[in-house]
């Protein structure tokens, strides 16, 4: 068991003599980390699989943009399929960031106060292994939501770039005015945002830290 410095032996050894109070600090402070790691880790997974799903249809919309040139002249209501998908994306990523909006920030200052109490710790506590384990949790902690957020925009982003590939040219002019809602969509932001504020990404990740 690692000694954080503010239960550190030393400390207490001044204050009282007492093993049992020593031990019982330790069993509560390993209880607490436990907990915490336990909800954590389980908030972060839920999250994360929510997001994979949104991920998956990034990638199904992607293609079916890809298939675009081939499959319009097959089936005249190919743009129609796709503006639905895009909906539903739209509909799932603003529904993802609606229920991350106040864990995701919670995470982000929960990291912020952990690497300070970390850093602040190894000031005086040099070579304490707890201090540079403290730190190393507060990055993570926040670190797969971020992920997560990067990944949802870098797929979005991906969308417009497909479209921009495509022969619209060749379209008829109702097909062209539909590409260009469809185009009007895909250039949208999407992404995952703490409180409705600030966005969730990589960046923002190392902005905290």
């Not at 790691?37 to 389980?42: D, L, M, V, W």
């Not at 739209?90 to 850093?119: D, H, K, P, R, Y």
């Not at 707890?130 to 949790?137: D, G």
């Not at 932001?189 to 190392?206: C, I, R, S």
Request: proline fraction near 1%; charged fraction near 20%.
């Amino acid at each position: 068991m690692y000694e954080l410095p503010f239960i550190a032996s030393d400390n207490i050894k001044m204050e009282s003599s007492s093993f049992l109070r020593k031990e019982a600090l330790h069993v509560l402070q390993g209880a607490m980390l436990c907990v915490t790691a336990f909800a954590t880790i389980s908030l972060d997974l839920g999250i994360t699989f929510m997001g994979l799903q949104i991920i998956a249809q990034l990638n199904i919309l992607n293609d079916y943009k890809k298939l675009m040139n081939d499959k319009i002249k097959t089936d005249p209501k190919f743009l129609n399929k796709i503006i639905q998908k895009h909906c539903s994306v739209i509909e799932n990523v603003n529904l993802l960031s609606e229920i991350t909006s106040e864990t995701s920030f919670l995470q982000l200052i929960l990291t912020c106060v952990a690497m300070l109490f970390g850093f602040t710790f190894s000031i005086k506590y040099t070579m304490d292994l707890a201090n540079y384990i403290m730190i190393i949790c507060g990055a993570a902690l926040s670190l797969p939501i971020c992920i997560l957020g990067e990944f949802i925009r870098l797929k979005s982003e991906e969308l417009s770039k497909t479209l921009y590939l495509t022969n619209w040219y060749e379209l008829s002019l109702k097909d062209q005015k539909m590409f260009l809602i469809v185009l009007g969509m895909a250039q949208r932001e999407y992404g995952l945002k703490a409180a409705g504020m600030y966005d969730v990404n990589l960046y923002t990740f190392v902005q905290v830290r």
